[in-house]
């Protein structure tokens, strides 16, 4: 007896290992496949059970679900009350329970499910509460780690069924397009760009607008706080002007609350304020009618505004002139803030003055890209590439340890160095000024290693990318920051490696 069936040459295990050789969406789209394949089986009423990345083949970009050796049939009687199923790593609890065999429901190939997408992300096998989270290594697909948490709720009766799965997972690739096609005439027909750059520009934009939406309304205070402030700098961002209008209408409403709440505390003592005059008093008249004027130029919601008017008229002129003064300074400062800045500083501002949207609107719909700032070039710079302060950190003691590296080598052999983008320095030598003195550098690599060995291909490595000018003796060498800086020269010119 034999089966004959399609050959598939890889297995969702070797993308999960190989996850940088496939791209998010890439990745995403196996997943929808995948969640297809689960919600067909139930469906038909079968359990698989042993749902893991090695029972899922790939074959270009096609994902087929296979061995259903364990599934539960409708009707089925093979197996008993005490089988202990699959693989440990990706059972539900319901499944680790010995004698539960039979009372396992299509719950626990959801369950599953959960722990393979948050791996196809993280690479890592989620485990109790605090497992990797997918926002920190892909920002935009927060809403994975809110699918994951549903997943493995450790009630089986609390997961979404398959099918709801499948149309969620639809849904935030459905979001992800959008956001790219709202941009990509912004992006494309931008003169101010580079034709390399602008694919990359559409993509971090997407990205940045689709988490912006997380980072306003669910990342917790203390979670941003340890974020980058200089995320995506080369990128600015601006609010579209009906954003601008409500937002400074609810900051002067919180204003005239806070002013309000606070006369009417001494209410209570009999210490009343008189309220503006505005009727037979020449000088309340004009605070008032300055406040409406502010408020016409603001043009924002017109019940909000005689919300604000109503509340205005009921206070002394003392503290009407100190409301119109903070009105000045709320304006200016806000017009710092939201307009031409990084994507993390203009939410972090709109979330520090409380600003709150309406359930049915996004925030990234009230976002616009602005090119005011773009000096034509996006940086490769983990200043700006870091999501987290701490790589921020990693990357400075990084800089450190090379400057002290080039600096060894400097006072040893005379010549100037660069750093050419993040990956790559130049270092210069002076042939004519300091006769010989490239090659006395390069004779005293190779002395420090032994003939044959796998470090003296690394030192004749360190020399294949050269450039001359015979004429002025100068010699440019170009090495690598990560191998060639802190791994081969290192050993030469530091005794603490």
Known sequence: LYAVMDYFPKNLRNVIDESESYLPEQRLDYLIQLSKGINAAHDKGIIHRDIKPENILIRDEQLVLSDFGIAHFQGSDLTVADDLLANRNYLSPEQKKIGEALNITFASDVYSFGLIVNECFTGENPAGSDYKRIWHTYPYLFELDKLVDRLINPSPDSRPSSDSVRMDLKLLKSDLNKTKFQLQNVVIDNDNIEDRDKDRILKISSEDLLFSQFVLDELPDESLKELNPNYHCSINYSVTDELYSNFLLQQIMDRCESTFSYESVHYLSNNLYTPLNFIDNSEDKELFDKMREILQSIDGDKVISGKILKFFSSFSSYHCKEILRDIDNIIQITKNNIFEAPILHLINHLRENNF????????????????????????????????????????????????????????????????????????????????????????????????????????????????????EGIVELVISTDFDVEITLSKIFTDNY
């Open 356 to 471: 709150r949207l309406d359930q049915s609107s996004k925030i990234y719909d009230k976002i616009r890209l602005d090119w005011t700032k773009y000096k034509g070039e996006l940086k490769d710079d983990p200043l700006e590439l870091a999501l987290f302060k701490r790589d921020l950190d990693l990357y400075q003691n990084k800089r450190d340890r090379i400057v002290e590296i080039l600096e060894k080598i400097n006072h040893k052999f005379p010549m100037d160095s660069y750093k050419i983008d993040s990956k790559n320095y130049s270092l210069k030598f002076d042939n004519q000024f300091n006769p010989g003195v490239f090659q006395e550098f390069k004779y005293y690599c190779l002395s420090k290693t032994k003939k044959g060995s796998i470090f003296e291909a690394d030192v004749l490595d360190l020399f294949k990318n050269i450039r001359t000018n015979d004429g």
